[in-house]
């Protein structure tokens, strides 16, 4: 096996890793967390939460180097495809992305959004 495949699943591992953390950590603080499954080009994100109200919140959890910009537009694209799948509004499932801190622990991770989907403003003409 040559060095590049190693580092790729020695990635791979820390990310699931990292998305296991987030789920075991947040089921320890009683929150309603599920992991939610691959599937494909139709990918979902890393995670569901379901608030008492009947609301869901898409987390897309990652370990890698910090790009705000490419980690919003996946985690957008993925809570749709949620969305999607369950015959929801987009607009009423929210999305965030959690980035690993290096040298933090995971209560010490960043939220990543948007002005627009925090303050659930229609999207711009373009």
Known sequence: MNDVAARNRKSKRRGADWEAE??????????DIER????????????????DDGRHLVIE????????GAFIKEAVRERDNFALHRGLEPKDVDVIVIVR????NWRRAYVLTTVEEYFDLPPEAA
């Not at 801190?101 to 933090?104: D, T, V, W």
């Open 61 to 68: 959890a990652k370990n890698a180097a910090f790009e705000p």
């Open 22 to 31: 987030i789920r075991d950590r947040l089921r320890e603080a009683r929150v």
């Open 36 to 51: 939610l499954r691959l599937v494909g080009k139709d990918d979902e994100g890393d995670h569901v939460v379901r608030w």
């Open 101 to 104: 801190r290096r040298g933090a």
